[in-house]
């Protein structure tokens, strides 16, 4: 009877892991000053959404800009940031034709988590920067759209994935060799039964 209470457990438990449905929501700490960010930071600039497509990789948005100014990282007149889709993984929900005030943490990707804000909310960061000359083009990395960040999250669903898969098959494995122990032993037993 244990044995089935612990499968059962342990099977529900696998489903709660591995269900392709689990999210868990994007919960951030208050993002700090303009300039904290600003230092924390590889690119932060000012533009405005030209498009918003599916990336190449499953559930994130390639989110194209026309650049105004740039305050930190190279200087370019276009560039394509990359996001998750889902807010739930702390995707920002940009929206085309809106002007942004854009803080990336490794020159590529956006989240949610941070100062990104339309120009409308961004007064704080705009009055913070109005002094601040537009850093140099020496902050050397391109923006060829990797994304430090977009290959992790597939990466680690896989490897969750695949311990639990490991995990279960060994705990089915041992759950089965406990049984065909006890059917053994109670067959022995039968079989050795004293008729004196």
């Known amino acids: 009877m244990g044995l089935r209470i612990l499968l059962i457990v342990s099977m ?19 993002p700090g000053t303009p300039e904290e960010k600003l230092a924390q930071s590889a690119l932060v ?36 940031m990359f996001t998750p889709e889902d807010s739930a993984a702390c995707g920002y929900p940009f929206e085309e034709g809106v002007e942004y005030v854009v803080y990336s ?9 941070g100062r990104t804000a339309p120009l409308e909310l961004a007064a704080e960061d705009l009055a913070a920067f109005s002094g601040a000359a537009q850093t140099s083009p020496d902050a050397d990395f391109p923006n060829t759209g990797g994304g430090g960040l977009a290959d992790e999250p597939g990466q680690d669903r896989l490897g ?24 053994q032993v109670k067959a022995d037993d039968a079989t050795n039964v004293d008729r004196t």
């Open 105 to 113: 943490w490794d020159g590529v990707d956006v989240g949610r988590c």
């Open 160 to 183: 969750a994935m695949l311990v639990v898969a490991a995990g279960g098959a060994i705990m089915l494995g041992l759950a089965g060799a406990r049984l065909y122990v006890r059917r």
């Open 45 to 80: 600039f000012r533009g405005t959404v030209t498009s918003i497509e599916p990336n190449w990789q499953q559930g994130w948005l390639s989110v194209s800009f026309d650049v105004a100014t740039v305050w930190k990282g190279p200087d370019s007149e276009a560039l394509t």
């Open 12 to 30: 529900l438990g696998l489903w709660f892991l591995v269900s392709p449905t689990s999210t868990h929501a994007c919960s951030c700490v208050p």
